[in-house]
């Protein structure tokens, strides 16, 4: 599976931006479909993961009732909706794909990245 992320950019705090991933591959309803986020010198950290069309959920507690997981099969693409941001939010987002992971919110599960789309909130 090969991703490709984007959809970031510079927004004010309490702004909306909507991240997506394409994904490229026959077999892409099977994986589960995760999103991280990264500061230069910190570890990447989870942000939201979602099973199938939607039946499991997870998030961050930092980012409950502030973000969105979904995803459309038929355009291969995962979407990442957040919202109220913070500057705190300011970081590099990943998605990420896993296949047959158990622990949604495990980094070292995901065996495929895609290469990062900046997101900056400014205060």
């Known amino acids: 599976v090969q991703l490709q992320a984007s959809g970031g950019g510079l927004v004010q705090a309490g702004g909306s931006l909507r991240l997506s991933c394409v994904a490229s591959g026959r077999t892409y309803t099977n994986y589960v479909m995760g999103w991280f986020r990264q500061n230069p010198g910190k570890e990447r950290e989870f942000v939201a993961a979602l099973v199938g069309s939607g039946r499991r959920k997870e998030y961050a507690d930092s980012m409950k009732g502030r973000v969105t997981i979904s995803r459309d099969n038929a355009k291969m693409t995962t979407y990442l909706d957040l919202n109220m941001l913070r500057p705190e939010d300011t970081a590099v987002y990943y998605c990420?794909?896993?296949?047959?992971?158990?622990?949604?919110?495990?980094?070292?599960?995901?065996?495929?990245w895609g290469q990062g789309t900046q997101v900056t909130v400014s205060s």
């Open positions: 990420a794909a896993c296949y047959g992971c158990s622990v949604l919110a495990g980094r070292t599960q995901y065996s495929y």
